[in-house]
């Protein structure tokens, strides 16, 4: 069966980057400007408060997860009341772990953290079908999972950059499925929370050449074209044919990018009958016309 949500993870190529041991004592609070780059964190032990620019701020326990996709600013701090230091998450870290507060009384708080990237040119849009913000509690599988990555980051061994990479991969979707549930936010998630949905968005997912229309889609949802339209904008946050044509730019843009593929196979893999009018979609959509992206990726 086809699965829409590894799909993606696949195309988004995360590589691991940093992680780091963090912990807070006696009266603290920091302050991170915006990142961009996935950002994720466990509580080992302790408790601290997480505030997300844009989202409502959290009390975060031991075995709490939280995983943002762009990581926005945010504040982190203890439970009394501070001024929080600002901190440039671009700046070179230390290396040993990190203390905020009291560098030398017992801490309040410690957890893993880290971020990493995503290697694919298409990374804003398919993010922007992920939550803002992924709050786990009792996360035990995810919290060894950042465990592991901390370890593997941390040691020169042999195929240490694969290793990384299938855990954040790991971690990713562990992390997302986990939140694949009706009352999630729209996007992509929420979308296969739905089974009617979910057909849809596999059908599109597995065969990307087809020459879908709504009124097909509404078919494999089994609703009415007017019943399936609307559940689909509401749950998924975009139009049925929107979502179709991001995901087969998506495709596209890896194809040209990191398959060599050659213009004319690419048009007839995401469902267009001719380079020529595959070109005119993609110049459309992209900015730029399909070869010349190519021989970007090639020299970049």
């Known amino acids: 069966m086809i699965d829409p949500l590894s799909e993606i993870i696949t195309l988004l ?49 031991e075995g709490d997860f939280v995983l943002l996709p ?94 990384l990479a299938r855990l954040v991969e790991v971690l990713l979707i562990e ?21 009617r949905l979910a057909e849809a968005i596999r059908g599109m997912h597995g065969n990307p050449a087809r020459s879908w229309t709504v009124a097909e889609l509404a078919k494999a949802a089994g609703l009415s074209r007017s019943a399936f339209f609307e559940r689909f904008m509401r749950n998924v946050g975009l139009a049925p044919m929107e979502y179709l044509l991001a995901w087969r730019m998506a495709m596209a843009k890896d194809l040209l990018r990191s398959h060599n593929a050659e213009i004319s196979d690419v048009a007839g893999r995401v469902g267009y009958g001719s380079a020529s009018t595959f070109s005119t979609a993609f110049s459309r959509h992209v900015g730029q016309a399909p070869g010349r992206y190519a021989r970007a990726g090639a020299t970049g």
Request: charged share 25%; net charge negative.
């Open 175 to 195: 992390a997302l499925r986990l939140t694949q549930r009706p009352d999630a936010p729209p996007g992509l998630l929420r979308g296969l929370a739905d089974q």
């Open 13 to 61: 190529r995360p590589r691991a980057v940093f992680t780091k041991s963090i912990s807070g004592a006696g009266r603290w609070g920091v302050r991170y400007s915006d990142f961009g780059h996935p950002g994720f964190c466990t509580i080992v032990e302790g408790a601290c408060r997480l505030a997300v620019d844009g989202q409502d701020p959290l009390t975060l326990e």
């Open 70 to 163: 762009t990581t926005p600013g945010f504040t982190m701090s203890g439970f009394e009341p501070v001024t929080p230091v600002f901190i440039d998450p671009k700046a070179t870290p230390p290396a040993d772990e990190v203390r905020h507060g009291d560098p030398d009384g017992p801490s309040s708080v410690r957890l893993l953290g880290g971020y990493f990237v995503f290697e694919t040119e298409d990374a804003g849009l398919l993010v922007s079908l992920l939550p803002a913000q992924v709050h786990v509690r009792g996360a035990e599988r995810l919290s060894i999972l950042v465990r592991l990555l901390t370890e593997e980051a941390a040691e020169q061994r042999a195929g240490r950059d694969l290793v």
